[in-house]
């Protein structure tokens, strides 16, 4: 997913277009060019950058869903298979889970609605005509073909994104109702295991029948299930420690007087990437990251001291809170490490190393393989 250009904002959300995404570009092109000529290859990149218009607003209907339950959204990334909507935590609620998944098929759903009325379909008929209008690339060039080409996309849209199956909407869907029974892993668990059936299903038929494309995407249904079931047990296993358990008690500390030299010192001569900044009292005055500390050797001259390059807004994140939340809490704030605080008092810094080192020695101890209890709505 790295790599791209950022084309726009919506909603005060980044718009960005993956590496990749001139290729479906391309192929609409190609598609309808075939048949039209020139003219019909322009119509077919247009008609491609018509859906992925809806497809980014799906994405925002997600965004908004989740800015209702206090979720940032980072960005919108658009690549040749859809869309994703990067969030900055998960749903921590089955209910937060299942509306900010309907949110995107809904957002279709609209798009259809008035489309359908300005090509005069009631609304009534719309099931029974989308597999018609979905053969409208037949049709040469016209404002007429791209309105009943786009109304047909977009049910194909809904349809699609609501099958029982992650990474789609469908299966965050089932997952949610499951998840209100069941509880959160288990609900992940039987999502991503019909997902991943579903996948493969699909996947056999669409190879044997000459459908790459669908192929392709069945193999992204799959994967993505597998990673949907893997960040669902690695939170299980974070929400059974606590910030306590995993914070580095012992780490090397600066004061605001002590230089550059001393950081690419300790650089060298520790594991450690991260150091926080502290004045002689033991308050916490910032952190200085390997990444700033190398900025500043490479443009500066002399020996600056740390109090010239330290980063004084780290989050700061109490002990009691359970290593999920902090994971949550250093994904909002976009930083690779935070200050732990006890009661106000700075004890220590924690990092994403640190919480991956966790999770990997609680998982080879045997912690979290149990299922998680009902989680209230």
Not at 95 to 102: K, M, S, V, Y
């Amino acid at each position: 997913m790295r790599g791209g250009w950022t084309i726009g904002r919506l909603a005060g959300i980044d718009l960005r277009l993956h590496f990749t995404f001139p290729l479906i570009v391309v192929l609409g092109a190609l598609q309808w060019g075939s048949v039209h000529g020139a003219a019909g290859a322009a119509f077919g990149a247009l008609l491609v950058l018509a859906l992925f218009a809806c497809v980014a607003l799906h994405e925002l209907g997600h965004a908004l869903a989740a800015r209702r339950y206090g979720i940032p959204t980072r960005e919108i990334l658009l690549f040749p298979l859809g869309g994703v909507a990067f969030l900055a935590r998960p749903a921590r609620r089955p209910a937060e889970e299942l509306w900010i998944a309907l949110a995107g098929p809904a957002v279709n759903v609209g798009i259809a609605a008035v489309l359908a009325l300005v090509v005069g379909v009631a609304p009534a008929a719309l099931p029974g005509e989308a597999a018609g209008l979905l053969r409208a690339s037949a049709s040469a060039p016209s404002l007429g073909t791209l309105v009943h080409w786009l109304l047909g996309a977009n049910l194909s849209l809904v349809l699609f994104n609501l099958l029982p199956a992650f990474p789609m909407d469908g299966g965050r869907v089932l997952r949610a109702l499951l998840a209100f029974r069941f509880g959160w892993l288990r609900g992940t668990r039987w999502a991503a295991a019909l997902g991943q059936s579903m996948a493969v299903a699909g996947g056999v038929w669409a190879l044997l029948s000459g459908h790459l494309l669908l192929a392709l995407l069945c193999a992204f249904v799959f994967f993505g299930a597998g990673q949907e079931r893997t960040h669902a047990e690695a939170r299980h296993v974070l929400e059974t420690l606590r910030l306590t358990d995993a914070y580095n008690r012992h780490a090397l500390v600066l004061e605001p007087r002590d230089r550059l030299s001393r950081v690419v010192h300790y650089l060298l001569t520790s594991y450690q990437p991260d150091f926080a900044v502290v004045d002689r009292g033991g308050d916490l005055v910032g952190v200085v990251t390997r990444e700033r500390a190398l900025v500043a050797a490479a443009s500066r001259t002399g020996d600056p001291l740390v109090a010239d390059f330290l980063d004084a807004h780290v989050p700061r994140l109490e002990t009691s809170l359970s290593l999920a939340e902090a994971q949550e809490a250093l994904a909002e704030a976009g930083a690779a490490c935070a200050a732990v605080m006890d009661r106000g008092r700075f004890v220590g810094l924690v990092s994403q190393q640190d919480l991956a080192e966790a999770i990997g020695i609680a998982s080879a101890l045997g912690a979290g393989r149990g299922d998680d209890g009902r989680q209230a709505a």
